[in-house]
């Protein structure tokens, strides 16, 4: 089973950056949806960015304006780059490698999630 790779968390100061990146092998992935969800304890998993093949983008409310996410398709890789942090964006960042989006929502793929990086921003 192909897994993702994520890589780029870390601890920053609330208006700080970083950014993660998310390597998949296979180049099925280039014609994929790819994206990144974040999670908290005791809450549930939720979409921060989903990117297309073609480069169409979808992100939640709460990160718009602060957060990018590209891809490079002959990498098959997908990066969140993270501006202006706020201690409210701590939480578990994982990737996924296919990720289904209609007008009802995005609905991630349960076999190609990666391991998670931790994000945390301090106040």
């Known amino acids: 089973q192909v897994q993702p790779v994520e890589s780029g968390g870390g601890l920053v100061q609330a208006g700080g950056s970083l950014r993660l990146s998310c390597a998949v092998s296979?180049?099925?992935?280039?014609?994929?949806?790819m994206g990144w969800y974040r999670q908290d304890p005791g809450k549930q998993r939720e979409l921060v960015a989903a990117?297309?093949?073609?480069?169409?983008?979808n992100y939640a409310d709460s990160v718009k304006g602060r957060f990018t996410i590209s891809r490079d398709n002959a990498k098959n890789t997908v990066y969140l780059q993270m501006n202006s942090l706020k201690p409210e964006d701590t939480a578990v960042y994982y990737c996924?490698?296919?990720?289904?989006?209609?007008?009802?929502?995005?609905?991630?793929?349960?076999?190609?999630w990666g391991q998670g990086t931790q994000v945390t921003v301090s106040s």
């Open positions: 996924n490698a296919d990720i289904y989006c209609s007008g009802y929502g995005c609905y991630p793929s349960d076999d190609y």
């Open positions: 296979g180049s099925i992935f280039s014609i994929n949806t």
């Open positions: 990117i297309t093949s073609g480069g169409s983008t």
